[in-house]
């Protein structure tokens, strides 16, 4: 489109609107129904999910999410909407909107209020799967350009690192860092985990970590399915039971702070790991708006190293 406007579309995944078991079940339904989601056979999955699934989950998920829900609302939805704020001032010649692919603000009104730009669609995955970003890109117009993985750009990595030295300016340092990232079924999901393990290198590498300094983990299994090992729970508790006393997770995977890293590991996943035996457990938050994360979005967003 030449001559038009630039334009840059951050996506993330969603969040009810609420911590409510009605605005959960609403998220959910929409979320599990995605086939990209839940590769089952629709005349199989669908009366599971209407039947049982959001007959028993929503009221759980609802008391997960009220333990994180902030002030200002979902974590999530606060964090995406300030990093496209921060952006908007990095990229002052570029027009910067932000949508979820589950509830809202939705793609199509993000996308209508680009119209005429030359836009640029960001998910905000570093790492590619087929169930975040491909669904994505099923719902985007034919031909828009999209970003489907920044899993080792320089500067994510850069802000990666420079987040975690942060965190040890304030903290301290861990025996060991252990870095989880979200879990899928192993099946089909090669690529994915290739990327995890290759943005687990270089943050060490960045970080100067020695081999048993760190370790790659897969949280958030679901269901019956052989997903991605190790598992990081599990870890934890062994890591524990074998006198480690201190550790530190991150969670490259996530830019944003969430259910999964507020709750799940840091709620949870702190819990077992010292009803095992640890002595200490650190979240290191993830990249939120930190400037060097919102310098490299601007970076990663022209497509520039």
């Known amino acids: ?135 994505i890109a099923d719902v985007l117009p034919p031909g828009l350009r999209m970003i489907r993985d920044f899993h080792d750009h320089p500067a994510y990595i850069a802000a990666l690192a420079a987040n975690v030295r942060r965190h040890r300016e304030s903290h301290g340092r861990g025996e060991m860092l252990l870095m989880s990232f979200h879990g899928l079924p192993q099946r089909g999901a090669g690529r994915y985990e290739a990327q995890c393990h290759r943005t687990g290198l270089l943050l060490a590498a960045a970080l100067g970590l020695k081999e048993t300094q760190w370790k790659v983990t897969f949280q958030s299994r679901f269901g019956y399915a052989r997903w991605l090992q190790p598992y990081t729970e599990p870890t934890l508790i062994e890591l524990a039971r074998r006198g480690t006393a201190r550790i530190d997770v991150v969670c490259p995977g996530f830019v944003s702070d969430c259910l999964e890293t507020l709750e799940e590991i840091g709620i949870v996943a702190r819990k077992r790991f010292l009803d095992a035996g640890g002595r200490q457990f650190y979240l290191v938050s993830c990249l939120n708006e930190a400037p060097d994360w919102i310098a490299a979005l601007a970076v990663i967003a022209r497509g520039t190293v």
Not at 11 to 31: D, H, I, K, Q, W
Not at 81 to 95: I, N, V, Y
Not at 101 to 113: C, D, Q, V
């Open 1 to 135: 489109m030449a001559g038009a406007a630039r334009g840059v579309l951050l996506v993330n995944l969603g969040t009810p609107s609420a911590p409510t078991p009605e605005a959960v079940r609403r998220y959910l339904a929409e979320f599990l129904s995605d086939p990209r989601v839940v590769q089952l056979p629709r005349l199989i999955w669908l009366p599971i999910l209407h039947g049982i699934v959001l007959r028993t989950r929503p009221a759980k998920s609802a008391e997960k999410y009220a333990a994180i829900w902030s002030a200002e609302g979902s974590p999530l939805a606060v964090h995406t909407r300030q990093q496209a704020e921060q952006l908007r001032r990095a990229l002052p010649d570029t027009r910067v909107e932000y949508a979820m692919r589950y509830g809202e603000p939705g793609i199509a009104g993000a996308l209508a209020r680009l119209e005429g730009c030359d836009v640029t669609v960001l998910p905000l995955y570093p790492q590619y799967s087929e169930s975040t970003t491909e669904s």
